[in-house]
């Protein structure tokens, strides 16, 4: 069932994770009015607010508390990042804005390169995953998934074959095996991709509960996780019998978004319950919410104990929970040094360097439309 809403002051981001088209989103983004005024100016004693459209790329260290600002182009809405390597680190960005994949050496605050490699017009580049030598992402306005071999700078492009229409292309992450799995939000699908020398072909798998996926983890190449925000969910798909698992016990008004796996649990940010929520995999039935933290989105794992998120919040912040155990917990958050943007997609390096990527919000009076959810 559809349903719309008026957003204002939203993030971007959490309107993807709604179901809002990249054509609405496409619009928003010309949108001129800044919501990061208003957070500004409610801490008049941090930085200016950021000028609109403004992006950046930040690398915090967790020894130091220190921030690495990167400036971003005017425009690139900066969605996802990747990284690889130690010394130097490669980071990977989506941006969305200006149909690029950014790539970022970095060997320390005085010796970094960046360079671009554009898609085409209007493909929305949205998540973004790293294998190997292939940089993997979805093209959220094109309806493709691209791949960049980080070498030699030559993208590809997948499309059809198997692939439904308007599939509302999510997040990406790729299997042990090297099966390429992707989140179709609009079409309410689990997708793999598989790539061979002489061709490539999607498969698609659907389900009654399946709506809206969005998120998604690799827990084996026979065991993928995603998040549905919309049906308050988390869910398993077994690829070698084409099953669904739904465990039970999930907050009416959660709303899983982005999800990592570990070896015992399966972890979520639910910015509308401001948690980190946690799964035990043994039963499937264990479920905790850890709060309080404001607005949690992006989520990245250290290790089995140790996680950094996104905090979209009117301030912006990053931040990093500690478990120990389901009775002793630590969040702390640390605002960003602009003060009134919102954080993205989240990823920690080796060194245990957290980069992210984060923009200038905008106001915009344009409706959500909320595809297939139950409320």
């Not at 804005?97 to 898609?119: C, F, K, M, Q």
């Not at 692939?163 to 390429?180: E, K, M, T, Y």
Request: glycine share 8%; with cysteine; charged share 15%.
């Amino acid at each position: 069932m559809k349903s719309s809403k008026l957003a204002t002051c939203a993030s971007i981001r959490w309107m993807l994770a709604l179901g809002m088209s990249a054509t609405c989103l496409a619009l928003l983004v010309v949108s001129l009015q800044m919501a990061g005024r208003v957070a500004a100016a409610r801490h008049a004693s941090a930085a200016l607010a950021p000028a609109p459209r403004s992006s950046y790329l930040f690398r915090y260290d967790p020894a130091s508390r220190t921030f690495y600002t990167m400036t971003l182009p005017v425009g690139s809405l900066p969605y996802d990042v990747a990284v690889t390597g130690t010394n130097p680190t490669h980071v990977w960005v989506a941006e969305f804005g200006r149909d690029r994949i950014g790539h970022l050496v970095y060997t320390n605050a005085n010796s970094v390169v960046w360079t671009e490699h554009p898609v085409a017009s209007n493909r929305r580049p949205f998540h973004i995953t790293v294998n190997g030598n292939d940089v993997w992402f979805t093209e959220r306005g094109a309806n493709r998934v691209g791949r960049l071999n980080a070498t030699t700078g030559q993208i590809a492009e997948y499309s059809g074959n198997g692939l439904s229409a308007n599939a509302g292309l999510a997040d990406i992450r790729v299997a042990p095996n090297g099966w390429v799995w992707a989140a179709g939000q609009s079409s309410n699908r689990i997708i793999r991709l598989v790539v061979t020398p002489t061709g490539y072909a999607f498969s698609e798998y659907s389900h009654a509960l399946l709506a809206g996926p969005f998120g998604l983890a690799v827990e084996s190449s026979n065991s993928i996780w995603f998040t549905m925000p919309g049906a308050h969910l988390v869910g398993r798909f077994t690829p070698s019998d084409g099953s669904f698992l739904w465990p039970f016990g999930f907050a009416s008004d959660s709303a899983p978004t982005e999800l990592v796996a570990t070896p015992a649990f399966v972890w979520f940010s639910d910015p509308q319950r401001n948690a980190i929520g946690q799964l035990e995999i043994g039963t499937l039935t264990n479920l905790n919410y850890y709060t309080p933290v404001a607005r949690p989105t992006g989520l990245a794992s250290e290790s089995p104990s140790r996680f950094w998120f996104t905090q979209q919040d009117q301030r912006g912040a990053v931040g990093r929970l500690i478990y120990t155990s389901t009775v002793s917990t630590r969040f702390d958050s640390y605002p960003l040094p602009t003060s009134g943007l919102q954080p993205t997609g989240i990823a920690v390096a080796s060194d245990k360097g957290v980069w992210f990527g984060a923009f200038a919000p905008h106001r915009s009076y344009l409706p959500v439309v909320l595809n297939n959810y139950s409320n």
